[in-house]
């Protein structure tokens, strides 16, 4: 009998426990523990996804100098070292996408286990990307109307023209003109719209010049990069694996370096907002001994989503601008600068409201 009242006691103390919430049944538990997993990345955790590039590109040296900036607040910042490739990095950021394993070959360490929440790159991609043109245009999705910038980092970059300094050559023009068999390497794979502009400007065609012996390479493979006369593209004061031509191709040949004429100059200006007229400074490579007109672009946007929380694009705003020491310090070569007057601005890309609420309290902006 005793046993019997100690059973129906314990049942019954059992059953209001299970109605009061505070025992659930065994498959109730684990219903819940997989839908309350810890979580591994994201804001919630102080553990944001940060989409750059490999630890010796340009983004990839971005990542490391934000997430060493963040430390000091207590930001624990995840870095996809594969997250990017042009306007790749751009799409995962807008996208929230988790990404996806680097190539088997690739040295670089497997991404963070969650979506990316933001990232850095070129400031012309971010542009692009919220307007939906150049490499976004054919995007199913259309314009990114959810980025949002948080910071913009200067870093220059020169459209240069070089040949070699016994071709004679003075205007490129002259290729065609005088049906010169020279061997041309324009890469169009960085950037491409100023190269291709560059090229129909002069005519320089593969229909154009393969009748009379010469060639047209579009891509700066080692191969490629071979038994050069004329060399067209994006060189930058870094030695990043994009521009490691120039330095391999100026110390190979003696050459000369041309102006890019004036009026195209202002074509390329009025066609493309991010650009701008600039002199390429003297020294910036082997044999460049005067400063040499062309057209220049700046800029490495740190940037996210419109659901990035206030107080983080805030403190990662602060955290930037407190720390721009670690500019100076970045791998690869980067010649990264903080500039107050541009720090907020992307041609239209909205600002961030909480980055925005940090530089009109350091009075940078209005």
């Known amino acids: 009998?005793?046993?019997?009242?100690?059973?129906?006691?314990?049942?019954?103390?059992?059953?209001?426990?299970?109605?009061?919430?505070?025992?659930r049944p065994t498959g109730a538990?684990?219903?819940?523990?997989?839908?309350?997993?810890?979580q591994e990345t994201g804001y919630a955790v102080k553990k944001p996804v940060f989409g750059g590039s490999c630890s010796f590109c340009p983004w990839g040296a971005m990542a490391e100098i934000v997430k060493t900036a963040m430390s000091f607040y207590g930001w624990d910042v995840q870095i996809c070292y594969s997250c990017a490739g042009g306007p790749r990095e751009a799409r995962l950021v807008a996208g929230?996408?988790?990404?996806?394993?680097?190539?088997?070959?690739?040295?670089?360490?497997?991404?963070?286990?969650?979506?990316?929440?933001?990232?850095?790159?070129?400031?012309?991609?971010?542009?692009?990307a919220y307007q939906g043109n150049h490499d976004f245009a054919e995007d199913p999705e259309g314009p990114r109307k959810q980025l949002r910038l948080v910071a913009n980092i200067q870093d220059p970059y020169?459209?240069?023209?070089?040949?070699?300094?016994?071709?004679?050559?003075?205007?490129?023009?002259?290729?065609i003109e005088k049906r010169l068999p020279v061997q041309i390497l324009a890469s169009t794979g960085i950037d491409g719209p100023p190269t291709t502009e560059v090229l129909n400007y002069f005519g320089l065609t593969k229909e154009k010049l393969e009748p009379f012996g010469a060639s047209l390479r579009t891509t700066a493979s080692a191969e490629n990069r071979?038994?050069?006369?004329?060399?067209?593209?994006?060189?930058?004061l870094n030695g990043t694996p994009e521009f490691n031509m120039w330095y391999e191709v100026s110390q190979k040949y003696d050459l000369k370096y041309l102006e890019l004429p004036k009026e195209l100059r202002e074509?390329?200006?009025?066609?493309?907002?991010?650009?701008?007229?600039?002199?390429?400074?003297?020294?910036?490579?082997?044999?460049?001994?005067h400063p040499v007109p062309t057209v220049a672009r700046t800029g490495t946007a740190i940037y996210g989503r419109a659901d990035m929380p206030d107080d983080f694009a805030y403190t990662?705003?602060?955290?930037?601008?407190?720390?721009?020491?670690?500019?100076?310090?970045?791998?690869?070569?980067?010649?990264?600068?903080?500039?107050?007057?541009?720090?907020?601005?992307?041609?239209?890309?909205?600002l961030h409201p909480g980055a925005a609420r940090y530089y009109k309290e350091r009075g940078y902006m209005k």
Not at 227 to 236: M, R, S, T
Request: proline letters at 7%.
């Open 316 to 350: 990662l705003a602060k955290a930037m601008d407190e720390h721009q020491d670690l500019l100076q310090w970045a791998n690869s070569n980067m010649h990264f600068s903080y500039n107050w007057h541009t720090i907020w601005k992307d041609l239209g890309v909205p």
């Open 96 to 128: 929230a996408v988790v990404p996806p394993k680097p190539n088997p070959s690739s040295n670089q360490p497997p991404p963070p286990n969650g979506p990316v929440d933001f990232g850095a790159t070129g400031s012309q991609y971010l542009w692009w």
């Open 1 to 23: 009998m005793r046993s019997r009242r100690l059973a129906i006691i314990c049942g019954m103390m059992v059953l209001a426990a299970l109605l009061a919430g505070n025992l």
């Open 267 to 289: 074509k390329m200006t009025k066609q493309e907002d991010v650009l701008e007229e600039r002199d390429i400074p003297v020294g910036l490579l082997r044999g460049m001994d």
């Open 226 to 236: 071979k038994n050069l006369d004329v060399i067209i593209g994006w060189g930058a």
């Open 158 to 175: 020169y459209f240069i023209i070089a040949v070699k300094a016994d071709s004679g050559i003075t205007d490129l023009s002259q290729i």
């Open 29 to 38: 538990q684990n219903t819940a523990s997989q839908k309350t997993g810890k």
